[in-house]
């Protein structure tokens, strides 16, 4: 009877937990209109991470540049995404970093310029 609550139980929280992602999630879900996220790097150094997640997420995942990319100073990098709330963030190896949470309209275009 244990062993058939403890599967019972795991089940539940597995369900529970389906919508959560540690990667931060899809930046598209099927079906919904889009919006594009402009981030422009305001600071003197590169920026070698970019976090992006749904603001029902519970961690801003994983670095959405490739391994070896980075945005340059004054350089910017277009992201497509579902329209709707999201957290982002931005920084430098060793340097300063930049989070904010903001909402995409459907079709719209935001910047958001990280400075040091």
């Known amino acids: 009877m244990n ?3 403890a599967a019972g139980l795991s089940a539940a929280m597995a369900a529970m937990l389906a919508g959560c992602s540690v990667t ?3 930046l ?3 079906g919904e209109p889009t919006a594009t996220l402009i ?3 305001g600071s003197y150094g590169y920026l070698d991470a970019i976090v992006i997640s749904d603001c029902n997420n519970f961690t801003y995942g994983f670095n959405r540049l ?3 990319d980075s945005i340059p100073p004054g350089g910017a990098r277009s992201f497509t995404l579902s329209a709707g709330c999201w ?3 931005g920084g430098e190896f060793g340097g300063g970093e930049a989070y904010e949470r903001m ?3 459907a079709g719209s275009v935001t ?4 400075t040091d």
């Open 3 to 5: 062993k058939l609550l």
């Open 24 to 26: 931060g999630g899809d």
């Open 28 to 30: 598209i879900r099927p």
């Open 39 to 41: 981030i422009v790097n």
């Open 66 to 68: 490739s391994d070896s």
């Open 87 to 89: 957290d982002v963030g």
């Open 103 to 105: 909402t995409l309209s």
């Open 111 to 114: 910047r958001f310029t990280i």
